[in-house]
Nanobody
């Protein structure tokens, strides 16, 4: 059974940084595509970033490019989201997600929420102005 547990959220001032962590149970983590999504109050959940199984491909939504960075450590079954220069509009619940049987690592594929089989419980990120 695959389980995802996020941590690292919190309250930070605009311009600050946070690092989100997602630990994944599962014996074949290195085969998973991992993604981060977020949902702001009153809005739909949206794609933030994704990383392929080998970390050779990384994708970001335009609004976070150059500020957020996604990493993975396959030895520790962990995916990280380093968030810098945070803005109030980054305030949201952030979810980690795993695609355990990916058929592609193209951007169009990894941005789709329906591709992900397993989701974490979410961690709140609040950025004050």
């Amino acid at each position: 059974q695959v389980q995802l547990v996020e941590s690292g959220g919190g309250l930070v001032q605009a311009g600050g940084s946070l690092r989100l962590s997602c630990v994944v149970s599962g014996r074949t983590f290195s085969n998973y595509i991992m993604g981060w999504f977020r949902q702001a109050p009153g809005k739909e959940r949206e794609f933030v970033a994704a990383i392929s199984w080998s970390a050779s491909s990384r994708y970001y939504t335009d609004s976070v490019k150059g500020r957020f960075f996604i990493f993975r450590d396959n030895a520790k079954n962990t995916v990280l989201l380093q968030m810098n220069s945070l803005k109030p509009e980054d305030t949201a619940v952030y979810y980690c997600a795993a695609d355990v049987g990916p058929i592609s690592s193209d951007r169009d594929y990894v941005e789709q929420q329906r591709r992900y089989d397993h989701w974490g419980q979410g961690t709140q990120v609040t950025v004050s102005s």
